[in-house]
């Protein structure tokens, strides 16, 4: 559902009778474009944005409303995509492989009897 108002910002005179900002609003809850799966990590994910299980994006960066509708669908898309997306596969810890760890303790070995070399006892 569309909501259109006045901007704040640039625009002139014109500005004063323009309804230029634009909410967009989109019931997820009751939704049947999306599948249940999609539907439940949306609301899931979107929780704390939800009112009534209503999604709301407000669009007034351009002067123009039919810029700004533009601007809303972009924002209400790429939202809805990052909330349906399917989880990441989870992370399977690897071992770190012996030599490395060996060359790792070998040059750290090395780095500290450089600094050691550099300082002499006697200063006499």
Request: proline share 6%.
């Amino acid at each position: 559902m569309w909501r259109f108002s006045r901007s704040s910002g640039p625009g002139g005179q014109h500005v004063n009778t323009s309804d230029s900002q634009v909410e967009l609003r989109f019931d997820l809850a009751s939704t049947e474009a999306l599948p249940e799966v999609w539907k439940a990590r949306a609301l899931e994910r979107l929780a704390g944005r939800l009112v009534d299980g209503v999604v709301s994006v407000r669009s007034s960066e351009h002067r123009s409303q039919w810029r700004n509708r533009e601007a809303a669908l972009v924002r209400l898309t790429a939202l809805l995509a990052e909330a349906t997306a399917p989880p990441p596969k989870p992370r399977r810890p690897t071992r770190i492989p012996r030599g490395i760890n060996e060359r790792r303790l070998r040059e750290k070995k090395q780095r500290s009897e450089t600094k050691r070399g550099r300082t002499s006892r006697d200063w006499s």
